[in-house]
């Protein structure tokens, strides 16, 4: 199985600042992962597929990239709506497996 | 519009088996994909399987044999059923649509998912 560990746990930070969220595969997955957005008593939200497509409606501020193991998505610009848990998923193998999530939170 | 919804117990003894229905509307089952994931309180998420637009399935080998998913298309209802419960099993579970690869190639991904249902096992 493919481990997906992500790095942050959690992190702090202020309005208009800029986040970097970090997902590493155990092994090679090529652009085969995914992020997704939960807000607490919310279903997860797709915001990148396929590494760094943005999903439709997303906006511009989310930025996906990666390849192989290591992948990332950028927050700009951080609005209040997007304090939120994130969620990576690899589909290279089965089972696909989620990141145990990074909890974005107000400084 | 497309909408997922999970309907099951809100709670299941100690070794007894989970049935949970996801009923689907605004597209096929013929044509999309639909994943079951849970999430244990507090906890992340976890892929239990796939049932797949032409009627095979597949499944997270962590639940090893107890775990089977399977659907009626003229209802637009996919079924998770899943036996020997443990109080590890309590979790919310949702179902997820999966395009099919002629809209995101061959990229798997969640577009819509229903709200969840939570079960919890009592011992």
């Known amino acids: 199985e493919t481990v997906m560990t992500q790095s942050p746990t959690s992190m702090s930070t202020s309005i208009g600042e800029r986040v970097t969220l970090n997902c590493k595969a155990s092994?090679?997955?090529?652009?085969?992962v995914d992020w997704y957005q939960q807000t607490p008593g919310q279903s997860p939200k797709l915001l990148i597929y396929?590494?760094?497509n943005r999903h439709t409606g997303v906006p511009d501020r989310f930025t996906g990239s990666g390849f192989g193991r290591d992948f990332t998505l950028t927050i700009s610009n951080v609005e209040a709506e997007d304090l939120a848990v994130y969620y990576c998923?690899?589909?290279?193998?089965?089972?696909?497996?989620f990141g145990a999530g990074t909890k974005l939170e107000l400084k | 519009q497309v909408q997922l919804k999970e309907t099951g117990p809100d709670l299941v003894q100690l070794t007894q088996t989970l049935s949970i229905t996801c009923t689907v509307s605004?597209?096929?089952?013929?044509?999309?994909?639909v994943h079951w994931v849970r999430q244990p309180p507090g906890k992340g998420l976890e892929w239990m399987g796939a049932m797949w637009n032409g009627g095979g399935t597949d499944y997270n080998s962590a639940f090893k044999s107890r775990l089977s998913i399977s659907r009626d298309t003229s209802k637009s209802q996919v079924f998770l059923k899943m036996n020997s419960l443990q109080t590890d099993d309590t979790a919310k579970y949702f179902c997820a649509r999966h395009p099919p690869y002629y809209y995101y190639s061959s990229y798997i991904l969640f577009d819509y998912w229903g709200q969840g249902v939570m079960v919890t096992v009592s011992s």
């Open positions: 092994q090679s997955v090529g652009i085969n």
């Open positions: 396929g590494a760094s």
């Open positions: 605004g597209f096929s089952l013929t044509t999309y994909n």
């Open positions: 998923l690899q589909y290279g193998s089965i089972p696909y497996t």
